[in-house]
Every structure is written in C-alpha cells, then in structure tokens.
C-alpha cells in the first residue's frame, strides 16, 4: 500500500499539462472507440446521435480519470462532478459545431473529423477543467 501512496505522489508530481495529456489520450481514444462502434452500428447519417452517446459513456470514464490521474484532488466529488458536467456540456456543443463544420464544409469523412474535432476539443476541456472544474483554491482566495 505505501508502494501505491508513493507511486501515486510520483505520478501527481509530473506537470499536470503532461498527465492530462497522457491521459487525456486515454480518454480520448476510449471516447473515439465508442463514436467509431457506435457509427458503425447506427451509420454515417447518425453522426451527431453518436456524439451524444460517445460524450454519454465517456463523461463517467473520463470524470474519474481527470480527477484522480490529472488533477490529483481528494473529496468533493458531488461538487467536481457537477462542475464537470457543466464542462462536458461546453466541450459537447463545442464538439457538435466543430464536427458540423468540417463535415459540411472540409472534411467529408466523419471519422477523420470527428478525430481533430476531439483534439480541438481537448484543448478547450483542459483549461476548464484546471480553471474551473478541478480548480484547488488558492490561500489567497480564502481572504
């Protein structure tokens, strides 16, 4: 157990820019493994029914991941978790538009738009995560 506790200390140690890149990868890849499963099933059309499942299925995954990999933070999961949907609820809208735009407009593929859609999304989704979601206060913000 302390061999655990000390490798956890290690991991949360490394930039957290790093962490949320590397597991942000993982996520992102389970996320896009359910869009691709799902369009596959469902087909091309239903791309945007896909999203939704995608972002459904990976919110719980990633949620944990984020707050445990990424962010380090201990307690005030009801309150993370809320603030974490509300993140997802702007990477999704953020999602959708991308992905409309580059299948209308430039990249009429879905699976190769949906892949840049997720890496722009993701970009977004850190930043609210750090600033927002998974924010630790400063001392300085008590007073």
Request: aromatic letters at 20%.
């Amino acid at each position: 157990m302390e061999m655990l506790r000390f490798l956890y200390k290690k991991w949360c140690s490394i930039p957290d820019k790093i962490r949320f890149f590397l597991v942000g990868s993982i996520n992102a890849a389970f996320s896009y493994v359910i869009f691709a499963i799902a369009l596959y099933l469902l087909g091309d059309k239903h791309y945007q029914a896909c999203v939704i499942l995608q972002w459904s299925l990976s919110s719980v995954f990633s949620y944990f991941n984020q707050k445990f990999f990424v962010f380090c933070t201990m307690g005030n999961y009801l309150k993370e978790y809320i603030k974490c949907c509300s993140t997802w609820a702007v990477s999704y809208v953020l999602n959708v538009v991308i992905l409309e735009f580059l299948v209308r407009f430039m990249i009429k593929n879905v699976y190769v738009a949906q892949f840049i859609s997720i890496l722009l999304v993701g970009i977004v989704t850190y930043v609210l995560f750090k600033y927002f979601a998974f924010k630790v206060p400063n001392v300085s913000d008590d007073e």
